[in-house]
RNA sequence: GGAGGCUUCGCCUAGUCCGGUCUAUGGCGCCGCACUGCUAAUGCGGUUUGGGUUAAUCCCCAUCCCGGGUUCAAAUCCCGGAGCCUCCGCCA
Protein backbone atom coordinates (compact mmCIF):
# COMPACT_ATOMS: atom_id res chain seq x y z
CA UNK A 1 0.00 0.00 0.00
CA UNK A 2 1.01 3.76 -0.67
CA UNK A 3 2.15 5.88 1.96
CA UNK A 4 -0.94 7.31 3.67
CA UNK A 5 1.10 10.61 4.60
CA UNK A 6 2.00 11.18 0.91
CA UNK A 7 -1.55 10.76 0.53
CA UNK A 8 -2.63 13.79 3.12
CA UNK A 9 0.31 15.98 1.93
CA UNK A 10 0.53 15.99 -2.29
CA UNK A 11 -3.07 13.90 -2.98
CA UNK A 12 -2.47 15.69 -6.49
CA UNK A 13 0.47 13.40 -6.95
CA UNK A 14 -1.27 10.48 -5.83
CA UNK A 15 -4.18 11.28 -8.26
CA UNK A 16 -2.10 11.88 -10.95
CA UNK A 17 -0.59 8.80 -10.65
CA UNK A 18 -4.12 7.47 -11.18
CA UNK A 19 -4.76 8.94 -14.08
CA UNK A 20 -1.48 7.78 -15.65
CA UNK A 21 -2.24 4.06 -14.62
CA UNK A 22 -5.61 4.80 -16.11
CA UNK A 23 -7.52 4.31 -12.92
CA UNK A 24 -10.07 6.08 -10.86
CA UNK A 25 -8.78 9.04 -9.33
CA UNK A 26 -11.56 9.91 -7.32
CA UNK A 27 -10.67 6.55 -4.72
CA UNK A 28 -7.53 8.98 -3.94
CA UNK A 29 -10.65 10.97 -2.05
CA UNK A 30 -12.55 8.20 -1.46
CA UNK A 31 -9.37 7.01 0.99
CA UNK A 32 -8.94 11.05 2.09
CA UNK A 33 -12.10 10.97 3.51
CA UNK A 34 -12.26 7.45 4.70
CA UNK A 35 -8.80 8.68 6.78
CA UNK A 36 -10.15 12.00 8.45
CA UNK A 37 -13.33 9.99 9.56
CA UNK A 38 -11.11 7.13 11.16
CA UNK A 39 -9.15 10.09 12.77
CA UNK A 40 -11.95 11.52 14.22
CA UNK A 41 -13.50 7.92 15.15
CA UNK A 42 -9.86 7.27 17.57
CA UNK A 43 -9.71 9.98 18.48
CA UNK A 44 -13.50 9.59 20.31
CA UNK A 45 -12.42 5.82 21.28
CA UNK A 46 -9.11 6.58 22.62
CA UNK A 47 -10.95 9.76 24.56
CA UNK A 48 -13.77 7.40 25.86
CA UNK A 49 -11.02 4.27 26.58
CA UNK A 50 -8.81 6.72 29.08
CA UNK A 51 -12.53 8.01 31.12
CA UNK A 52 -12.93 4.56 31.23
CA UNK A 53 -9.80 3.52 32.55
CA UNK A 54 -9.45 5.99 35.65
CA UNK A 55 -13.03 4.84 36.55
CA UNK A 56 -12.25 1.42 36.78
CA UNK A 57 -9.11 1.76 38.51
CA UNK A 58 -11.67 4.03 41.26
CA UNK A 59 -13.19 1.21 41.64
CA UNK A 60 -10.82 -0.62 43.68
CA UNK A 61 -9.96 1.55 46.07
CA UNK A 62 -13.96 3.14 46.75
CA UNK A 63 -15.23 2.53 49.99
CA UNK A 64 -18.27 0.25 50.58
CA UNK A 65 -20.78 3.44 50.00
CA UNK A 66 -18.86 4.65 47.23
CA UNK A 67 -18.85 1.85 45.60
CA UNK A 68 -22.40 0.97 43.73
CA UNK A 69 -22.36 4.62 42.24
CA UNK A 70 -18.64 4.22 41.04
CA UNK A 71 -19.49 0.77 39.25
CA UNK A 72 -22.70 2.34 37.65
CA UNK A 73 -20.19 5.10 36.12
CA UNK A 74 -18.01 2.37 35.00
CA UNK A 75 -20.54 0.18 33.68
CA UNK A 76 -21.93 3.02 31.66
CA UNK A 77 -18.28 4.26 30.38
CA UNK A 78 -17.73 0.51 29.14
CA UNK A 79 -20.71 0.26 27.35
CA UNK A 80 -19.75 3.38 25.53
CA UNK A 81 -15.95 2.47 24.57
CA UNK A 82 -17.70 -0.49 23.46
CA UNK A 83 -19.62 1.41 20.93
CA UNK A 84 -16.71 3.69 20.15
CA UNK A 85 -14.53 0.55 19.47
CA UNK A 86 -16.98 -1.00 17.18
CA UNK A 87 -17.20 2.28 15.38
CA UNK A 88 -13.31 2.35 15.60
CA UNK A 89 -13.05 -1.51 13.94
CA UNK A 90 -15.69 0.15 10.80
CA UNK A 91 -13.33 2.97 10.50
CA UNK A 92 -10.11 1.10 10.37
CA UNK A 93 -11.79 -1.85 7.45
CA UNK A 94 -13.49 1.03 5.57
CA UNK A 95 -10.02 2.98 5.79
CA UNK A 96 -8.06 -0.30 4.68
CA UNK A 97 -10.44 -1.37 1.96
CA UNK A 98 -9.65 2.19 0.44
CA UNK A 99 -6.38 1.76 1.13
CA UNK A 100 -5.36 -1.23 -0.65
CA UNK A 101 -7.57 -0.35 -3.77
CA UNK A 102 -4.57 1.88 -4.77
CA UNK A 103 -1.36 0.77 -6.53
CA UNK A 104 1.71 2.08 -6.05
CA UNK A 105 2.67 5.90 -7.19
CA UNK A 106 4.22 6.08 -10.32
CA UNK A 107 7.34 6.98 -10.74
CA UNK A 108 7.84 10.35 -12.70
CA UNK A 109 10.01 8.67 -15.34
CA UNK A 110 7.71 5.98 -16.19
CA UNK A 111 6.42 6.67 -20.07
CA UNK A 112 3.03 7.42 -20.34
CA UNK A 113 0.08 5.13 -22.16
CA UNK A 114 -0.75 0.97 -22.05
CA UNK A 115 0.12 -1.79 -23.08
CA UNK A 116 1.60 -0.87 -26.37
CA UNK A 117 3.63 2.35 -25.08
CA UNK A 118 6.25 0.67 -23.94
CA UNK A 119 9.73 2.61 -25.06
CA UNK A 120 12.49 0.66 -26.14
CA UNK A 121 15.60 1.98 -24.43
CA UNK A 122 17.86 -0.28 -26.36
CA UNK A 123 18.47 -2.94 -28.46
CA UNK A 124 21.34 -5.38 -28.28
CA UNK A 125 22.76 -8.19 -30.46
CA UNK A 126 22.62 -8.77 -33.90
CA UNK A 127 19.13 -10.16 -35.23
CA UNK A 128 20.03 -13.52 -36.61
CA UNK A 129 19.65 -14.50 -40.35
CA UNK A 130 18.77 -18.23 -41.26
CA UNK A 131 19.41 -19.57 -44.73
CA UNK A 132 17.09 -22.05 -44.29
CA UNK A 133 13.40 -22.22 -43.38
CA UNK A 134 13.12 -21.47 -39.68
CA UNK A 135 11.12 -23.65 -37.43
CA UNK A 136 9.76 -22.79 -34.01
CA UNK A 137 10.80 -24.13 -30.81
CA UNK A 138 8.11 -26.86 -30.43
CA UNK A 139 8.83 -28.49 -33.75
CA UNK A 140 12.82 -28.33 -32.92
CA UNK A 141 12.00 -29.42 -29.20
CA UNK A 142 10.28 -32.70 -31.24
CA UNK A 143 13.29 -33.16 -33.53
CA UNK A 144 15.17 -33.45 -30.43
CA UNK A 145 12.87 -35.09 -27.74
CA UNK A 146 13.06 -32.58 -25.76
CA UNK A 147 9.34 -30.88 -25.24
CA UNK A 148 6.19 -33.40 -25.19
CA UNK A 149 3.27 -31.09 -25.12
CA UNK A 150 0.92 -33.92 -26.18
CA UNK A 151 1.06 -36.03 -23.21
CA UNK A 152 1.66 -32.68 -21.16
CA UNK A 153 -2.08 -32.02 -22.34
CA UNK A 154 -2.82 -35.85 -21.91
CA UNK A 155 -1.70 -35.73 -18.05
CA UNK A 156 -2.45 -32.50 -17.32
CA UNK A 157 -4.71 -30.34 -19.63
CA UNK A 158 -3.93 -27.71 -21.80
CA UNK A 159 -0.84 -25.64 -21.34
CA UNK A 160 0.85 -28.70 -19.61
CA UNK A 161 4.01 -29.81 -20.93
CA UNK A 162 6.63 -32.71 -20.50
CA UNK A 163 10.28 -31.89 -20.56
CA UNK A 164 11.94 -34.99 -21.68
CA UNK A 165 15.60 -35.82 -22.98
CA UNK A 166 17.94 -32.78 -23.77
CA UNK A 167 15.16 -30.61 -22.63
CA UNK A 168 15.27 -31.88 -19.23
CA UNK A 169 19.11 -31.57 -19.14
CA UNK A 170 18.51 -27.82 -20.47
CA UNK A 171 16.51 -27.05 -18.03
CA UNK A 172 19.18 -27.89 -14.97
CA UNK A 173 21.58 -26.57 -17.46
CA UNK A 174 19.86 -23.04 -17.19
CA UNK A 175 19.46 -23.41 -13.34
CA UNK A 176 22.86 -24.04 -12.33
CA UNK A 177 24.00 -21.40 -15.13
CA UNK A 178 21.39 -18.90 -13.38
CA UNK A 179 22.71 -19.70 -9.57
CA UNK A 180 26.42 -20.02 -10.26
CA UNK A 181 25.88 -16.43 -11.76
CA UNK A 182 24.19 -15.35 -9.05
CA UNK A 183 26.01 -16.56 -6.45
CA UNK A 184 29.06 -15.08 -7.74
CA UNK A 185 27.18 -11.62 -7.83
CA UNK A 186 26.44 -12.33 -3.99
CA UNK A 187 22.76 -12.94 -4.00
CA UNK A 188 22.16 -15.69 -1.52
CA UNK A 189 20.62 -18.50 -3.42
CA UNK A 190 17.13 -19.40 -1.82
CA UNK A 191 14.79 -22.82 -2.83
CA UNK A 192 11.46 -21.13 -2.14
CA UNK A 193 7.91 -22.59 -1.36
CA UNK A 194 5.35 -22.64 -3.89
CA UNK A 195 2.10 -23.19 -1.55
CA UNK A 196 1.90 -19.95 0.12
CA UNK A 197 -0.75 -18.38 3.15
CA UNK A 198 -3.37 -15.41 1.86
CA UNK A 199 -1.18 -12.62 3.52
CA UNK A 200 1.78 -13.31 1.59
CA UNK A 201 -0.34 -13.40 -2.04
CA UNK A 202 -1.94 -10.42 -0.48
CA UNK A 203 0.79 -8.19 0.80
CA UNK A 204 2.97 -8.90 -2.80
CA UNK A 205 -0.37 -7.22 -4.62
CA UNK A 206 -1.38 -10.50 -6.34
CA UNK A 207 -5.03 -11.04 -4.36
CA UNK A 208 -6.19 -7.41 -5.97
CA UNK A 209 -7.29 -7.16 -9.59
CA UNK A 210 -5.24 -10.13 -10.97
CA UNK A 211 -6.69 -12.82 -8.17
CA UNK A 212 -7.80 -14.55 -11.64
CA UNK A 213 -4.49 -15.41 -12.45
CA UNK A 214 -3.84 -17.32 -9.08
CA UNK A 215 -4.67 -21.12 -8.52
CA UNK A 216 -6.03 -21.45 -4.88
CA UNK A 217 -6.28 -24.94 -2.89
CA UNK A 218 -9.32 -24.32 -1.20
CA UNK A 219 -9.07 -27.11 1.23
CA UNK A 220 -6.24 -25.66 2.80
CA UNK A 221 -6.57 -21.68 2.04
CA UNK A 222 -3.45 -21.87 0.12
CA UNK A 223 -2.11 -20.08 -3.14
CA UNK A 224 0.12 -21.79 -5.16
CA UNK A 225 2.86 -18.62 -6.16
CA UNK A 226 3.06 -17.64 -9.96
CA UNK A 227 6.98 -16.03 -8.97
CA UNK A 228 8.98 -17.01 -6.32
CA UNK A 229 8.84 -12.84 -5.65
CA UNK A 230 5.99 -13.91 -3.65
CA UNK A 231 7.76 -16.34 -0.66
CA UNK A 232 10.98 -14.26 -1.27
CA UNK A 233 9.14 -10.93 0.01
CA UNK A 234 6.70 -12.59 2.50
CA UNK A 235 9.73 -14.35 3.78
CA UNK A 236 11.17 -11.54 5.82
CA UNK A 237 7.51 -10.19 6.69
CA UNK A 238 7.23 -8.48 10.48
CA UNK A 239 10.93 -8.13 10.18
CA UNK A 240 13.19 -5.22 11.04
CA UNK A 241 16.37 -6.16 8.60
CA UNK A 242 19.57 -5.16 8.47
CA UNK A 243 20.30 -2.98 5.62
CA UNK A 244 23.53 -1.08 6.99
CA UNK A 245 26.08 -3.19 4.65
CA UNK A 246 24.32 -2.84 1.92
CA UNK A 247 21.16 -4.51 0.03
CA UNK A 248 20.10 -7.88 1.24
CA UNK A 249 19.74 -9.83 -2.11
CA UNK A 250 18.14 -13.49 -2.93
CA UNK A 251 18.27 -15.51 -5.34
CA UNK A 252 14.86 -18.28 -5.52
CA UNK A 253 14.12 -20.94 -7.21
CA UNK A 254 10.51 -22.22 -7.56
CA UNK A 255 7.66 -23.92 -9.40
CA UNK A 256 5.98 -20.98 -10.68
CA UNK A 257 1.88 -21.74 -11.57
CA UNK A 258 -0.65 -19.45 -13.80
CA UNK A 259 -4.15 -19.90 -14.62
CA UNK A 260 -3.37 -17.59 -17.98
CA UNK A 261 -7.52 -16.48 -17.60
CA UNK A 262 -8.37 -14.43 -20.57
CA UNK A 263 -5.36 -15.41 -21.96
CA UNK A 264 -7.29 -17.74 -24.29
CA UNK A 265 -6.13 -18.30 -28.07
CA UNK A 266 -2.65 -16.31 -27.05
CA UNK A 267 0.72 -18.27 -27.63
CA UNK A 268 -1.35 -21.71 -27.37
CA UNK A 269 1.99 -23.21 -29.28
CA UNK A 270 4.87 -24.30 -27.11
CA UNK A 271 5.82 -24.02 -24.00
CA UNK A 272 6.03 -19.90 -24.37
CA UNK A 273 2.60 -19.90 -22.14
CA UNK A 274 1.89 -21.95 -19.84
CA UNK A 275 0.68 -23.25 -16.59
CA UNK A 276 3.51 -23.79 -15.33
CA UNK A 277 7.21 -23.27 -14.90
CA UNK A 278 10.14 -22.72 -13.48
CA UNK A 279 11.64 -20.09 -12.53
CA UNK A 280 15.25 -18.39 -11.09
CA UNK A 281 14.13 -14.73 -9.38
CA UNK A 282 16.39 -12.07 -8.20
CA UNK A 283 14.73 -10.38 -5.01
CA UNK A 284 16.27 -6.97 -3.23
CA UNK A 285 15.68 -5.63 0.12
CA UNK A 286 16.89 -1.86 0.13
CA UNK A 287 16.77 1.54 1.43
CA UNK A 288 14.28 3.52 -0.73
CA UNK A 289 16.89 6.13 -1.56
CA UNK A 290 18.72 2.97 -3.19
CA UNK A 291 15.47 1.41 -5.18
CA UNK A 292 16.63 2.82 -8.41
CA UNK A 293 19.61 2.24 -8.52
CA UNK A 294 19.53 -1.31 -7.50
CA UNK A 295 17.19 -1.58 -9.95
CA UNK A 296 19.76 -0.67 -12.65
CA UNK A 297 21.74 -3.29 -10.88
CA UNK A 298 18.76 -5.99 -11.65
CA UNK A 299 18.28 -4.76 -14.87
CA UNK A 300 22.44 -5.42 -16.05
CA UNK A 301 22.53 -8.84 -14.23
CA UNK A 302 19.37 -9.79 -16.41
CA UNK A 303 20.94 -8.26 -19.71
CA UNK A 304 24.30 -9.67 -18.64
CA UNK A 305 22.50 -13.23 -18.43
CA UNK A 306 20.85 -12.73 -22.06
CA UNK A 307 24.13 -11.85 -23.50
CA UNK A 308 25.61 -15.31 -21.98
CA UNK A 309 23.00 -17.03 -23.55
CA UNK A 310 24.29 -15.49 -27.03
CA UNK A 311 20.43 -14.12 -26.97
CA UNK A 312 19.42 -10.86 -28.75
CA UNK A 313 17.40 -8.77 -26.90
CA UNK A 314 15.63 -5.17 -26.44
CA UNK A 315 14.89 -3.02 -22.86
CA UNK A 316 11.69 -1.62 -22.76
CA UNK A 317 10.76 0.50 -20.06
CA UNK A 318 6.93 -0.09 -19.27
CA UNK A 319 4.12 2.61 -19.56
CA UNK A 320 2.41 3.50 -16.99
CA UNK A 321 -1.18 1.99 -17.70
CA UNK A 322 0.78 -1.42 -18.06
CA UNK A 323 2.96 -1.78 -14.71
CA UNK A 324 1.60 -4.31 -11.77
CA UNK A 325 0.05 -3.02 -9.11
CA UNK A 326 2.84 -3.09 -6.56
CA UNK A 327 5.15 -1.59 -9.26
CA UNK A 328 6.38 1.99 -9.59
CA UNK A 329 8.69 1.23 -12.86
CA UNK A 330 9.35 -1.61 -14.63
CA UNK A 331 11.61 -3.14 -17.14
CA UNK A 332 11.12 -5.99 -19.44
CA UNK A 333 13.71 -7.51 -21.62
CA UNK A 334 12.57 -9.41 -24.75
CA UNK A 335 14.59 -11.17 -26.50
CA UNK A 336 14.47 -12.21 -30.26
CA UNK A 337 11.79 -15.11 -31.64
CA UNK A 338 12.88 -16.31 -35.41
CA UNK A 339 9.61 -18.15 -35.71
CA UNK A 340 7.66 -14.87 -34.54
CA UNK A 341 9.86 -12.40 -36.20
CA UNK A 342 9.45 -10.68 -33.28
CA UNK A 343 11.02 -9.60 -29.94
CA UNK A 344 8.75 -11.44 -26.77
CA UNK A 345 9.34 -10.86 -22.96
CA UNK A 346 11.65 -13.28 -21.51
CA UNK A 347 12.43 -11.36 -18.25
CA UNK A 348 10.94 -8.45 -16.62
CA UNK A 349 11.97 -6.02 -13.11
CA UNK A 350 9.97 -4.06 -11.03
CA UNK A 351 11.06 -1.72 -8.81
CA UNK A 352 8.01 -2.18 -5.72
CA UNK A 353 9.57 1.10 -3.80
CA UNK A 354 8.24 0.41 0.07
CA UNK A 355 4.61 -0.58 -1.45
CA UNK A 356 4.86 -4.67 -0.80
CA UNK A 357 6.94 -3.77 2.64
CA UNK A 358 3.98 -1.71 3.95
CA UNK A 359 1.84 -4.07 3.62
CA UNK A 360 4.11 -7.20 4.93
CA UNK A 361 5.73 -5.22 7.30
CA UNK A 362 8.81 -5.48 6.29
CA UNK A 363 11.42 -2.28 7.75
CA UNK A 364 14.75 -1.48 8.17
CA UNK A 365 16.56 1.00 10.46
CA UNK A 366 17.60 4.64 9.33
CA UNK A 367 20.16 6.68 9.98
CA UNK A 368 18.33 8.11 13.38
CA UNK A 369 17.55 4.27 14.21
CA UNK A 370 14.01 4.36 13.01
CA UNK A 371 12.21 1.28 11.99
CA UNK A 372 11.36 2.54 8.27
CA UNK A 373 9.70 0.65 5.50
CA UNK A 374 12.12 -0.72 3.38
CA UNK A 375 11.81 -0.90 -0.59
CA UNK A 376 11.50 -4.68 -2.53
CA UNK A 377 12.68 -5.05 -6.24
CA UNK A 378 12.26 -8.14 -8.29
CA UNK A 379 13.79 -9.81 -11.26
CA UNK A 380 13.75 -12.63 -13.62
CA UNK A 381 16.67 -14.47 -13.82
CA UNK A 382 15.48 -17.13 -15.88
CA UNK A 383 12.06 -18.37 -16.60
CA UNK A 384 12.88 -21.69 -17.81
CA UNK A 385 10.56 -23.10 -20.20
CA UNK A 386 10.69 -19.83 -22.30
CA UNK A 387 14.47 -19.44 -21.93
CA UNK A 388 14.45 -22.76 -23.66
CA UNK A 389 11.84 -21.75 -26.06
CA UNK A 390 14.28 -18.92 -27.08
CA UNK A 391 17.21 -20.81 -27.06
CA UNK A 392 16.00 -23.47 -29.35
CA UNK A 393 14.46 -21.14 -31.85
CA UNK A 394 17.22 -18.49 -32.24
CA UNK A 395 20.21 -21.27 -31.99
CA UNK A 396 18.93 -23.68 -34.82
CA UNK A 397 20.61 -24.83 -37.44
CA UNK A 398 19.35 -26.86 -40.54
CA UNK A 399 19.84 -30.12 -39.79
CA UNK A 400 17.77 -29.76 -36.44
CA UNK A 401 20.82 -29.29 -34.38
CA UNK A 402 21.10 -26.69 -31.64
CA UNK A 403 24.40 -24.78 -30.87
CA UNK A 404 24.97 -24.55 -27.02
CA UNK A 405 26.10 -21.19 -25.73
CA UNK A 406 29.67 -21.97 -24.19
CA UNK A 407 28.20 -20.37 -21.01
CA UNK A 408 25.90 -23.21 -21.02
CA UNK A 409 28.20 -25.81 -21.88
CA UNK A 410 29.95 -26.57 -18.44
CA UNK A 411 26.58 -27.64 -16.80
CA UNK A 412 25.79 -29.83 -20.31
CA UNK A 413 28.98 -32.18 -20.32
CA UNK A 414 30.81 -29.63 -22.35
CA UNK A 415 28.75 -30.43 -25.53
CA UNK A 416 28.63 -28.05 -28.55
CA UNK A 417 25.27 -28.58 -29.76
CA UNK A 418 22.05 -30.77 -29.21
CA UNK A 419 21.07 -32.76 -31.97
CA UNK A 420 18.23 -36.03 -32.65
CA UNK A 421 19.22 -38.83 -31.50
CA UNK A 422 22.32 -37.42 -29.22
CA UNK A 423 23.93 -39.54 -27.04
CA UNK A 424 22.43 -38.45 -23.40
CA UNK A 425 25.34 -39.34 -21.19
CA UNK A 426 27.75 -37.26 -23.07
CA UNK A 427 25.68 -34.23 -22.20
CA UNK A 428 25.65 -34.35 -18.10
CA UNK A 429 28.26 -32.39 -16.30
CA UNK A 430 31.67 -34.23 -15.84
CA UNK A 431 31.87 -35.69 -12.06
CA UNK A 432 34.99 -33.64 -11.64
CA UNK A 433 35.57 -29.81 -12.78
C1' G B 1 -4.50 -37.96 11.91
C1' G B 2 -4.02 -38.59 17.77
C1' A B 3 -1.93 -36.87 22.81
C1' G B 4 0.69 -33.32 25.60
C1' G B 5 3.76 -28.89 26.42
C1' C B 6 4.99 -24.00 24.93
C1' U B 7 4.61 -18.50 22.64
C1' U B 8 5.98 -11.92 27.43
C1' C B 9 8.91 -4.84 24.92
C1' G B 10 16.38 -7.07 19.98
C1' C B 11 17.82 -12.05 22.70
C1' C B 12 16.99 -14.77 27.38
C1' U B 13 13.64 -14.39 31.44
C1' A B 14 9.95 -13.22 36.14
C1' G B 15 4.77 -12.83 36.36
C1' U B 16 -0.36 -16.58 34.41
C1' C B 17 -2.60 -21.49 39.32
C1' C B 18 -5.94 -17.35 42.76
C1' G B 19 -7.99 -10.84 37.37
C1' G B 20 -6.81 -4.78 40.04
C1' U B 21 -0.56 1.06 40.47
C1' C B 22 1.75 -5.19 35.37
C1' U B 23 1.98 2.22 33.82
C1' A B 24 5.40 -5.74 32.86
C1' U B 25 10.67 -8.12 36.60
C1' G B 26 15.72 -9.23 36.09
C1' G B 27 20.00 -10.45 32.91
C1' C B 28 22.51 -9.84 28.12
C1' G B 29 23.13 -6.56 24.15
C1' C B 30 22.94 -1.49 22.57
C1' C B 31 23.19 4.15 23.46
C1' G B 32 24.60 8.34 26.67
C1' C B 33 27.13 10.32 30.94
C1' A B 34 30.77 9.82 34.99
C1' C B 35 35.41 7.71 36.50
C1' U B 36 40.03 6.16 34.10
C1' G B 37 47.33 6.91 30.29
C1' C B 38 44.15 3.76 26.32
C1' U B 39 41.06 -0.44 26.47
C1' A B 40 38.62 -3.19 30.01
C1' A B 41 36.07 -3.04 34.55
C1' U B 42 32.71 -0.19 37.57
C1' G B 43 28.71 3.37 38.68
C1' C B 44 24.40 6.25 37.04
C1' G B 45 20.72 7.02 33.37
C1' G B 46 18.30 5.50 28.88
C1' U B 47 16.59 1.57 25.44
C1' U B 48 9.25 -2.31 22.31
C1' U B 49 6.35 -0.99 18.40
C1' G B 50 2.11 1.43 16.34
C1' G B 51 -1.81 5.22 16.40
C1' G B 52 -3.74 10.15 17.94
C1' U B 53 -2.21 15.18 19.08
C1' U B 54 1.72 18.92 18.31
C1' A B 55 5.82 23.70 15.05
C1' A B 56 8.39 20.41 18.33
C1' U B 57 8.39 18.57 23.16
C1' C B 58 4.70 17.04 26.56
C1' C B 59 0.62 14.18 26.77
C1' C B 60 -3.21 10.43 25.51
C1' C B 61 -4.61 5.46 23.47
C1' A B 62 -3.21 0.65 22.04
C1' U B 63 0.40 -3.30 22.27
C1' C B 64 2.38 -9.74 26.74
C1' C B 65 1.52 -14.88 19.21
C1' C B 66 -3.41 -13.45 16.43
C1' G B 67 -8.94 -12.89 16.66
C1' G B 68 -13.32 -13.01 19.61
C1' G B 69 -15.76 -13.30 24.58
C1' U B 70 -16.65 -12.68 30.11
C1' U B 71 -15.84 -8.38 33.56
C1' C B 72 -16.18 -1.87 36.16
C1' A B 73 -11.18 -4.04 35.17
C1' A B 74 -7.57 -9.39 31.37
C1' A B 75 -0.40 -10.89 30.21
C1' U B 76 -3.67 -13.55 33.91
C1' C B 77 -10.31 -16.51 33.00
C1' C B 78 -13.29 -18.75 28.54
C1' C B 79 -13.76 -19.88 23.06
C1' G B 80 -11.52 -20.02 18.11
C1' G B 81 -7.03 -19.76 15.10
C1' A B 82 -1.56 -19.71 13.96
C1' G B 83 3.37 -21.12 15.01
C1' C B 84 7.12 -23.99 17.70
C1' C B 85 8.58 -28.46 20.59
C1' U B 86 7.93 -33.75 22.35
C1' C B 87 5.66 -38.54 21.74
C1' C B 88 2.46 -41.92 18.70
C1' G B 89 0.54 -43.04 13.75
C1' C B 90 1.35 -42.38 8.50
C1' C B 91 4.71 -41.05 4.67
C1' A B 92 9.04 -39.48 0.00
Given amino acids: MIDLRLVRQNPDAV ?28 KRADDLRGEQKTASQAVRGASAEERPAILERARLLAGQVKEAEEAQRAADAALREAHLKIANVV ?21 PAYAFPVRDHLEIGELLGAIDMERGAKVSGA ?49 GEHDEEVYRVERDDLYLVGTSEVALAAMHSNEVLDLSSGPRRYAGWSSCFRREAGSYGKDTRGIIRVHWFDK ?72 CTTFQARRLAIRYRDADGKPQPAATLNGTLCAVARTIACLLEVHQRADGSVHVPKALRPWLGGVESLSPGMNLAAAVPPPTA
Avoid at 107 to 127: F, K, L, Q
Avoid at 190 to 198: N, S
Avoid at 301 to 308: G, Q, R, S
Avoid at 316 to 344: C, H, M, N
Fill in 280 to 351: VEMFSFCPPEEAAAEHLRLLAWEEEFLTALELPYRVVDIAAGDLGTSAARKYDIEAWFPSQGTYRELTSTSD
Fill in 107 to 127: ADEVPPGGEDDAVTIRTVGAV
Fill in 159 to 207: RFYFLTGPGALLEFALAQLAISRAVTAGFIPVVAPALVRPEAMEGTGFL
Fill in 15 to 42: RASQRARGADESWVDALLAADAERREVV
